[in-house]
């Protein structure tokens, strides 16, 4: 169970914005971020999308276009202070903070556990993000051939990030080695 946000510490809040201007409000927050020099206050601003093959009649074309993965929604880390909170919630395509009810409540910040694979699916993996891995945590592969495939950690190197998971293959436990970004927690 994640433990509730302190006052003063950094956090992950989803911000609504208009679908397909998802990018130029994130420019809009980091150019606002910039002007008001608010750099030790709001860290990183985040679109997820996701490069994926092109298929014409099922075959891969060679080329690729980008997909966001949550059309309406950016990522923002910050310290909630009554600044920062003005400033992300008062930036063109602004539409609203989920979590916040209105009032002048302060929205309520993502955990950590759900932002997680959020980041690593933009390849974003830091050494915190190990703290819930160890050798037979249960996870899930989220990325590559082998994806959505479930296994049991049999080894970790948190300096390489390289991870041995066994899983059951046509019907074998088999070892496979996997990129600590490329799983998740069961």
């Given amino acids: 169970m994640a433990e509730a946000a302190k006052l003063g510490e950094k956090n992950w809040y989803i911000i609504n914005t ?3 201007h998802e ?6 927050i980091r ?3 910039a002007s008001m020099g608010m750099e030790n206050e709001i860290f990183r601003v985040l679109v997820v999308e996701v490069e994926e093959p092109v298929l014409k009649d099922g075959i891969q074309t060679g080329k690729t276009k ?3 993965l949550y059309p309406g929604y950016i990522f923002v880390e910050m310290i909630m202070t009554d600044k920062s909170w003005y400033i992300v919630r008062n930036t063109p395509g602004v539409t609203g903070i989920a979590g916040s009810s209105g009032g002048g409540q302060k929205p309520t910040p993502v955990p950590i556990e759900q932002m997680e694979p959020v980041l690593k699916r933009m390849g974003m993996v830091d050494e915190s993000m190990f703290n819930g ?3 037979g945590t249960r996870v899930k592969i989220i990325k590559g051939p082998l994806e959505g495939t479930e296994g049991t950690i049999t080894s970790l190197d948190k300096k390489t990030g390289a ?3 066994k899983t059951l293959f046509f019907g074998r436990e088999t070892v496979v080695d996997q990129d600590f970004s490329d799983i998740e927690r069961i």
Avoid: F
């Fill in 31 to 33: 150019k606002r971020i």
């Fill in 66 to 68: 980008v997909r966001n």
């Fill in 18 to 20: 208009y679908s397909m």
């Fill in 163 to 165: 991870v041995q998971i």
């Fill in 23 to 28: 990018q130029k409000t994130a420019d809009n």
């Fill in 133 to 135: 891995y160890e050798v």
